[in-house]
């Protein structure tokens, strides 16, 4: 258990495995998505780089098969990680999410999988 609601990073598969098909790569991040709710349910905040970095690219022009995506996917989440206290690893393929848990771990942030999430302790209303 923990005392203070934690910011942390959904990373798993999104392109990976895709080959560039909107309609998997829409699957993927239905998942990434899905997994919001455990951690949100433990009292903690989840982020998904995506969510940031997609919004990003389309005000550049761009979309997640452009050769642009990779200035803008891998170093948001990294830039995120900056600001996380922990990384969620869901299952599968993906460079992309081996690379945060590794950035996590040098970071001396925890990594989880959905059933390790540590429940934030009751809060007390006054």
């Known amino acids: 258990m923990t005392d203070h609601p934690m910011l942390i990073l959904i990373a798993g598969p999104y392109r990976s495995g895709t080959g560039g098909d909107p309609q998997a790569m829409a699957a993927n991040l239905a998942r990434l998505e899905a997994a919001a709710w455990p951690v949100f349910a433990a009292g903690h905040l989840p ?9 990003v690219l389309r005000s ?55 059933a390790e999430i540590p429940r934030r302790a009751p809060q007390e209303t006054t």
Not at 47 to 55: C, R, S
Not at 70 to 92: F, I, S
Request: glycine share 10%.
């Open 47 to 55: 982020v998904i780089g995506e969510w940031i970095a997609l919004p």
């Open 60 to 114: 550049a022009g761009a979309g997640p098969t452009d050769p642009l995506a990779d200035q803008v996917l891998y170093p948001t989440a990294d830039r995120l990680l900056a600001r996380c206290d922990a990384v969620l690893r869901l299952p599968g393929d993906s460079a992309g999410a081996d690379q945060d848990v590794a950035t996590a771990r040098r970071r001396g942030l925890p990594v989880y999988h959905v």
